[in-house]
C-alpha cells in the first residue's frame, strides 16, 4: 500500500524540520542569498581523492571527477596585461561593487572558510591556472591553515572577511576595529601577506567600516556583481551577462567545485577571461 498523501506530507514536513537547523547553522554562507540554503549532503562516497596520479579512472557522470571538471572548464587565452585602478589618497577604503576597468576580465572571489573545504578544489584551481580571491574568516584560516596555504600556493590571494562574519553596519568605531584589524593581523601571521582589501560580512557596511577598513590596511573594500551557488550564476542586472570589471562572489560550499566551472563558463561566454583581483588593486 502506498503512503496516504497525508502521511507522505508529514514526513517530508518532518524531514524539512529536520534539515532545516543543520543548514542554518552554518554561520558562514551570507544569508541575503541563502535561498533554500546548501542541503547537508548526504555523500555517501568521500570525496574523491585529489590525488595527483594522471591516470585517474573516468568516473560515472553522478560522481564527477576532478578530471570531468577539468574536461569541462573552457580553456581562455592569455589574460590582457592588467591596469592597476588609481586608488585616491583618503582616510577610508575604496568601496567598489566591480574593478573599473575596460580590460575584458572577471573576478573570481570565494568567502568565509569554516564551512566546506573539498580537497578537489586545491587541483582545480591548480590545475586549471584560476585566479581567485579568498576573502576568509579568521577562526576558519587559522583551524584549516594547510588548506588555504595550498590555494594560495596555487596562485590563490587571502583576503580579510573579519573574524566573527558579524553585520558590521551601525556597530562602533572600535568594534569594527576589532573585527577587522583582528582578522588582518591573524591572516598576516599566518599567510605572510597583510590583507589590502576587504569584503563586509553580508556586504554591509557603513562610512565607520571603511574607516576601519582603511585603518587596518585595506585599499578597497568590495561588494559584489554576481554571485554564483549550486553552479548557478545570478546576475543582479536584468542583462545576464559578465562584464569587464565584474567581481563573482561564491562561498567554500559543498558545491563549490560547481561553482567555479559555472563561473568559468559564465566569464567565458561573455568574451572575458578570468583575471586575479590583486593585479588591479590592493
Ligand atoms: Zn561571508
Same mark, same amino acid.
Given at each position: 500500500?502506498?503512503?496516504?498523501?497525508?502521511?507522505?506530507?508529514?514526513?517530508?514536513?518532518?524531514?524539512?524540520?529536520?534539515?532545516?537547523?543543520?543548514?542554518?547553522?552554518?554561520?558562514?554562507?551570507?544569508?541575503?542569498?541563502?535561498?533554500?540554503?546548501?542541503?547537508?549532503?548526504?555523500?555517501?562516497?568521500?570525496?574523491?581523492?585529489?590525488?595527483?596520479?594522471?591516470?585517474?579512472?573516468? @568516473?560515472?557522470?553522478?560522481?564527477?571527477?576532478?578530471?570531468?571538471?577539468?574536461?569541462?572548464?573552457?580553456?581562455?587565452?592569455?589574460?590582457?596585461?592588467?591596469?592597476?585602478?588609481?586608488?585616491?589618497?583618503?582616510?577610508?577604503?575604496?568601496?567598489?561593487?566591480?574593478?573599473?576597468?575596460?580590460?575584458?576580465?572577471?573576478?573570481?572571489?570565494?568567502?568565509?572558510?569554516?564551512?566546506?573545504?573539498?580537497?578537489?578544489?586545491?587541483?582545480?584551481?591548480?590545475?586549471?591556472?584560476?585566479?581567485?580571491?579568498?576573502?576568509?574568516?579568521?577562526?576558519?584560516?587559522?583551524?584549516?591553515?594547510?588548506?588555504?596555504?595550498?590555494?594560495?600556493?596555487?596562485?590563490?590571494?587571502?583576503?580579510?572577511?573579519?573574524?566573527?562574519?558579524?553585520?558590521?553596519?551601525?556597530?562602533?568605531?572600535?568594534?569594527?576595529?576589532?573585527?577587522?584589524?583582528?582578522?588582518?593581523?591573524?591572516?598576516?601571521?599566518?599567510?605572510?601577506?597583510?590583507?589590502?582589501?576587504?569584503?563586509?560580512?553580508?556586504?554591509?557596511?557603513?562610512?565607520?567600516?571603511?574607516?576601519?577598513?582603511?585603518?587596518?590596511?585595506?585599499?578597497?573594500?568590495?561588494?559584489?556583481?554576481?554571485?554564483?551557488?549550486?553552479?548557478?550564476?545570478?546576475?543582479?542586472?536584468?542583462?545576464?551577462?559578465?562584464?569587464?570589471?565584474?567581481?563573482?562572489?561564491?562561498?567554500?560550499?559543498?558545491?563549490?567545485?560547481?561553482?567555479?566551472?559555472?563561473?568559468?563558463?559564465?566569464?567565458?561566454? @561573455?568574451?572575458?577571461?578570468?583575471?586575479?583581483?590583486?593585479?588591479?588593486?590592493?
Amino acid at each position: 500500500m502506498a503512503p496516504t498523501p497525508v502521511r507522505r506530507a508529514i514526513a517530508v514536513f518532518l524531514l524539512t524540520a529536520l534539515l532545516a537547523p543543520a543548514a542554518c547553522k552554518s554561520a558562514g554562507p551570507d544569508p541575503i542569498f541563502a535561498g533554500p540554503d546548501v542541503s547537508p549532503t548526504p555523500s555517501a562516497s568521500p570525496s574523491p581523492s585529489a590525488s595527483p596520479s594522471p591516470s585517474a579512472s573516468p @568516473s560515472p557522470p553522478a560522481v564527477k571527477s576532478l578530471q570531468w571538471y577539468l574536461d569541462k572548464a573552457p580553456k581562455f587565452g592569455p589574460a590582457p596585461a592588467p591596469h592597476r585602478v588609481k586608488v585616491p589618497e583618503s582616510a577610508s577604503a575604496m568601496w567598489l561593487f566591480k574593478v573599473p576597468t575596460t580590460n575584458k576580465v572577471a573576478f573570481i572571489t570565494i568567502d568565509d572558510g569554516a564551512l566546506s573545504r573539498k580537497p578537489e578544489v586545491i587541483e582545480f584551481i591548480r590545475q586549471a591556472k584560476i585566479p581567485v580571491t579568498m576573502f576568509l574568516n579568521s577562526p576558519a584560516a587559522t583551524k584549516y591553515t594547510a588548506y588555504f596555504k595550498a590555494i594560495q600556493e596555487a596562485g590563490g590571494m587571502v583576503e580579510n572577511h573579519t573574524i566573527t562574519h558579524t553585520s558590521l553596519k551601525g556597530k562602533s568605531y572600535d568594534f569594527q576595529k576589532k573585527e577587522i584589524c583582528g582578522s588582518a593581523d591573524k591572516l598576516e601571521q599566518l599567510f605572510g601577506r597583510r590583507p589590502t582589501l576587504f569584503r563586509p560580512p553580508f556586504g554591509n557596511k557603513d562610512a565607520t567600516t571603511l574607516k576601519a577598513a582603511h585603518d587596518c590596511g585595506a585599499q578597497a573594500a568590495f561588494f559584489w556583481t554576481q554571485t554564483v551557488d549550486k553552479g548557478i550564476v545570478r546576475y543582479q542586472t536584468a542583462k545576464k551577462v559578465v562584464q569587464p570589471g565584474d567581481v563573482l562572489l561564491m562561498h567554500f560550499r559543498p558545491a563549490l567545485m560547481d561553482d567555479l566551472l559555472g563561473a568559468l563558463n559564465a566569464i567565458y561566454k @561573455s568574451g572575458l577571461t578570468p583575471a586575479l583581483l590583486e593585479d588591479y588593486i590592493g
